[in-house]
């Protein structure tokens, strides 16, 4: 159990005020320190353009939580990366998926689980299971206080003032089909959070490695319930959406296959075909960047391929 805790918080791996310009091998990054905003903590964004970037075409716009995890392993706390920049590269010359740029939005480690938790699914649990599931938060360390779920205000940021700068200032095409959202445990639950709740503005989302305990145990947890039944409740039309799922089982991915399982049946119900919905089991995967770097292409290719 000590083991799943730490891998967890480790994610939460950059010190507050630090801000470096990843460095990667293809491409370029426009790095903005402490980007504003009037719903939550300004906090640094990377904009990676690919090789060739030009005014002159339109690109479809991923947005990516755990921003700085993204590019640069020599950054990172534990020397790893996704290597977005060499994968997107990569797919774009092959001809598999449409021009994009990525937009990655730095976590604040403290604020990590305030921004990434799905505020509504939260608030639905009765209060007295909401109150021990602050205390667990605060016996683990991810939380400092009273824990109460700020995603809503996080998803406003994106959405009323990042994404405005970005199609403002950078050649994207800005409607639902040309932008997605992609991140992993936490992050992963706060990308199909933002598909849910802005389903005119994102058109899919990559779920990597979704932490559907928000714990770090099964047992007794109201949580994934509560995030099945808001699903039930919100998810947007399979015509124009698209969502993918992956987990492994090793380390804090060992816990992810039963929620995983009753996240499935809800997407099956609600109409949703490998069309439009992709959930894949990556045998001896553990909850690590190398595990998302090595399979990163699969969503990729699901969201924006040609």
């Excluded at 998302?292 to 391929?305: E, I, M, N, T, Y």
Aim: aromatic share 14%.
């Amino acid at each position: 159990m000590k083991e799943i805790i730490a891998i967890l918080l480790f994610m939460m791996p950059v010190l507050s005020g630090f801000s470096q310009t990843p460095r990667v091998p293809t491409g370029t990054i426009r790095h903005f320190t402490d980007f504003p905003s009037q719903y939550v903590t300004p906090r640094n964004v990377d904009i990676w353009l690919p090789e060739n970037y030009s005014p002159t075409r339109k690109y479809a716009v991923l947005y990516m939580n755990d921003g700085q995890m993204l590019f640069d392993s020599t950054m990172t706390w534990n020397h790893q990366s996704w290597k977005v920049a060499q994968t997107a590269e990569k797919l774009m010359q092959e001809g598999k998926v449409m021009n994009f740029i990525v937009v990655g939005i730095w976590n604040i480690p403290e604020l990590r689980f305030t921004n990434y938790f799905p505020q509504k699914p939260y608030e639905s649990i009765p209060k007295d299971r909401r109150d021990s599931i602050s205390d667990e938060l605060q016996k683990s360390g991810a939380v400092n206080g009273d824990f109460q779920p700020n995603s809503d205000d996080y998803l406003r940021f994106l959405v009323k003032e990042l994404k405005p700068y970005v199609d403002q200032n950078f050649s994207v095409y800005t409607d639902a089909a040309h932008t997605f959202i992609a991140g992993s445990s936490m992050g992963g639950l706060i990308s199909w959070y933002a598909l849910c709740e802005y389903p005119d503005v994102f058109g899919g989302a990559a779920c990597m490695s979704t932490h559907w305990p928000g714990l770090f145990s099964m047992e007794n947890n109201p949580i994934p319930e509560a995030f099945v039944n808001y699903l039930k409740a919100h998810l947007p039309p399979p015509s124009r959406h698209k969502f993918y799922f992956d987990y492994g089982n090793k380390t804090l991915d060992a816990l992810y296959a039963e929620p995983q399982k009753e996240v499935d049946r809800v997407m099956k119900s609600a109409g949703y075909t490998n069309v439009n919905w992709i959930t894949r089991f990556y045998p001896g995967d553990d909850h690590s960047e190398k595990s998302w770097s090595s399979r990163l292409s699969v969503p990729l290719v699901f969201l924006l391929g040609k």
